[in-house]
C-alpha cells in the first residue's frame, strides 16, 4: 500500500488553496476529501475517517487547533499536518502539546514538501495496518488454545470500558504454576506441554460462556470474570485449585498452583488490576505455594 491507497482530508478556508491542492493531489491519492473549516472538518472526518489530515490552523468557527485537539482524543494514530502562517514558539509549543504530527510553514505551501511528508505518513500507516492485522489474525496461544496476551489485553480493554460507561464490575483470577521448570528438569519439554495442555482444559471447565481464559506468561494464566466481584472469583479459584489438586497430570505427580485475584474499581486502570493481582499472588508465593489471596 502506498500514498495512492489513502484518504485525506484537506481542511483550509482559503477555497483557491483548496482548488490548488484538489488539482495537485488527484493523481497521488486515492480520495480527497475538502473542507472550509473545523466543523465541516470534523463532519467528513467522523463520516469517512480518512487516513491523513492537513487544515490550516487559522479558521473561521472552529480552527485547526481546537479540530486537531477533538480529533486526536478518540484518534491519536491519525496523522494530522497542520499549516500555519505563524513561525512563533507558542504555535509550536500547542502543535507539541496537542500531539501534531508535523507543522508546514505558509504563506507558500511547498507542496513537494507536504507530498513528501504524506508518503512518509502513508509508509507508517501501512505499516500500522499489517501489524494489528498480523496481531489480529494471532489471538491464541499455539499449544494451549487458550487467548494470547494479545487477545486478553484487548478483552480487558473492552471490560474496563463496560466498567468506565456503564459502572459494571468485573475480576481477574491470575494463575501461576508453582515450580514447573521441576517438569522441565525431570521430564523434559514434551511432557511439560503435555501438562500445560492439560492445565489449560481443566481451567476451561470450570468457566461460563462469558469468561475469559488466556495464557499470561509462560507459567501464569489470566481468567477474566465479567460480573463477578472478588468473592465469587474466590469460589471459582477455590475450585479450580481443588481440582487441579485431584488431577494426576503425569505418572500420577500431581502439581501446585497459587492465585491472585484483583477486582476492578472504577478509578482502575488496566495496569493497576494487573498489579494488583500480581501483588496478590506474589504475597500467596511468600506464605506458601498452592494458595489463593
Known sequence: MDLRDMSILFVDDNIDLRQSFDFFMRDNIKKLYLAKDGIEGLEIFYSYKPDIIIADVNMPILNGFEMSKIIKKGNLDTPIILISAYKDTNTLEKAIDIKIDTFVSKPVINTSLILQKLETFAKKITNNKNTKQFLKMNTID????????YKINEVLSNEKNRNSRFGTYFSIILISIDNIKNINNTSGYSRRNQFLIEFANIILSGLRIKDVAGRWTEEEFIIILPETDRSNASI??????????????YEDAKQNISFGIAQCKSDDNIKDIIKKADEALCKVKKLGKSQEK
Open 142 to 149: 499455539e499449544l494451549t488454545g487458550l487467548n494470547n496476551r
Open 236 to 249: 471459582l479459584a477455590e475450585y479450580l485449585k481443588k481440582k487441579i489438586k485431584l488431577y494426576s497430570f
